[in-house]
């Protein structure tokens, strides 16, 4: 990455013997702990389908989904010039949220803190942001005005097309001669249009590519463009069929699932890569289940009915009966499934991409353990790894700051100059999130962490860019959390701080830099919840 003719960065040299990095797995194939897990506890693996076993082509499918959006906005009296938008990768990011009332897309922390503020495609700055939100704050309960844009594969069509497209509409209507911009809308003659109304046609427009199929019509017709295909899926599966059970929950129709999971398990072309015989991919799976409806699925449920897999269509009447091989299913709920498999809550590993309808939801209505597939972490580890010099100098001016303030106390008048590293402290933050794209890091924003990054921690227990990354484990591995600390413990160090040396340290970087700086917070891991399932009795 970069432009051309800047040098790559050196590699890193190998840890020594001894070094705990040196016991670590390639950070491609890792998978990262929020909460301690015996892999060999778990008797059950579950599996969402849309972007877990599927893995949808970034950013082809998100092209599909959005041209397919505007179409429709267009058919119900959006202008024309609309299509002339092309979806750009490098602007949308999950976890942004939708300002319903004011048309702009956030990115905020945990606690409603903005950390940026853009309108269509403009980032508002300083008293712009402030006109809006007086206290750069926003109330996250208040759902009817804020719209968290959290999934890849949002039920109907993949979130980060539908951001992009808020930011889109925004953008024409602003700069369109013929509409006057009002704070909440704008206005044509004796018309006027919210960004409420606005965000409501985006909403139905996805309702009616989802129900009229021609998403998944045009994905189906051109599989290998839309559908990574990996051999190592069906090893994987079949490795854990040996130790455990394996369902299928996925709120997509029968025809769709057979049509994608067919085609995930083909490899009847003589491919040499396959590691497995060829055989039916339902024969993969203990149970599955079709139209579950999450987060529905994980609460009361819907009626368990049994599909027809010659014809697609459901048999009528409530299915009571006890599980059949390779029979699928449909609707039914999160309990079913335990009775239908003889297994309890924390007995079950659940993967899916949705934080909100797989993860948060079977976390906390069932107590199953959670695996939240993040694909965009193999980007992130990129950037972290490659532009650690970014966060380093964070960290650096942390320290700055720290000897600047050593020796002044509540009766000390000396008021340090802070601003010029204020100002750096700004640039790098802003330099560190535009090697992410335009709207930075689903993870931080400098030091300070996202909403996204926020909710992984709380309810994933597990995180990875794949699934697949539990080839590289055994079926025995502890998954030990590192130990979450406290400010005063991350800070304070069990032993007698050297102060001189530190001092020592900081000569290099302050006659680089001159004046010294505002504290910046560590980089350093967060998270909550209690240790589970450690290996101990």
Request: net charge negative.
């Amino acid at each position: 990455m970069g432009s051309e003719g800047e040098r790559a960065p050196a590699p890193a040299p190998a840890p020594a013997p001894g070094d705990p990095r040196a016991l670590r797995r390639d950070c491609q194939h890792r998978i990262f702990v929020n909460r301690s897990l015996a892999l060999e506890k778990i008797k059950c693996f579950g599996f969402d389908m849309d972007y877990t076993l599927a893995m949808y082509k970034s950013p082809d499918y998100e092209e599909l989904a959005f041209a397919l959006l505007l179409e429709h906005l267009v058919s119900i009296g959006y202008p024309h010039e609309i299509l002339a938008y092309k979806y750009d990768p490098t602007f949308p990011t999950r976890g942004l949220v939708f300002d319903a009332l004011y048309g702009n897309l956030l990115k905020v922390d945990s606690h409603g803190n903005l950390l940026v503020c853009a309108h269509g495609f403009r980032f508002l700055k300083g008293a712009e942001i402030l006109h809006y939100y007086p206290n750069k704050f926003i109330q996250r309960d208040d759902m009817k005005r804020f719209h968290i844009l959290n999934t890849l594969f949002n039920l109907t069509v993949p979130s980060l097309a539908e951001a992009h497209l808020y930011a889109c509409l925004v953008d024409f209507f602003t700069n369109c001669s013929r509409y006057v911009n009002c704070d909440t809308g704008y206005k044509h003659g004796n018309l006027f249009m919210s960004f409420r109304s606005m965000f409501q046609d985006v909403r139905e427009a996805m309702d009616s590519v989802h129900l009229s199929g021609c998403l998944k019509e045009k994905t189906l017709e051109n599989l290998e463009k839309y559908v990574v295909k990996d051999p190592r899926v069906p090893l994987l599966l079949s490795r854990m069929k040996e130790v455990g059970k394996v369902f299928l929950a996925t709120n997509s129709d029968y025809n769709y699932t057979d049509a994608i999971m067919s085609y995930l398990f083909d490899f009847s072309d003589g491919d040499k890569q396959a590691e497995t015989p060829q055989r039916p991919w339902r024969s993969y799976f203990d149970l599955i289940v079709v139209d579950t409806r999450k987060p529905l699925f994980f609460a009361e449920g819907t009626v368990l009915r049994q599909v027809n897999t010659d014809t697609g269509k459901l048999r009528i009447g409530t299915y009571t009966g006890p599980l059949q091989h390779c029979a699928v299913y449909s609707g039914g709920s999160s309990d079913v499934v335990c009775d239908l498999l003889g297994v309890k809550g924390k007995d079950i590993l659940y993967m899916g991409d949705h934080i909100f309808g797989d993860i948060l939801k079977s976390k906390k209505r069932q107590g199953w353990r959670t695996f939240l597939v993040v694909p965009e972490l193999a980007r992130e580890l990129q950037v972290w790894t490659e532009k650690s010099e970014l966060f380093e100098e964070l960290r650096s001016l942390d320290l700055f700051l720290a000897e600047l303030y050593q020796h002044l106390d509540s009766g000390s008048s000396e008021r340090p100059d802070i601003s010029s590293i204020k100002r750096r402290i700004q640039k790098v933050t802003h330099e560190m999130d535009m090697c992410y794209g335009k709207m930075g890091s689903l993870f931080r924003c400098g030091s300070r962490q996202t909403l996204f990054a926020n909710q992984l921690m709380r309810y994933a227990d597990l995180y990875a860019a794949s699934f697949i990354n539990f080839l590289y484990y055994p079926f025995s591995y502890l998954f030990r959390a590192p130990p979450v600390l406290m400010a005063h413990e991350s800070t304070v160090e069990h032993g007698r701080l050297d102060v001189g040396e530190a001092g020592t340290a900081l000569a290099p970087w302050l006659a680089q830099h001159g004046h010294p700086g505002q504290q910046v917070a560590g980089v350093r891991r967060d998270s909550s919840g209690e240790e589970e399932d450690d290996g101990e009795a």
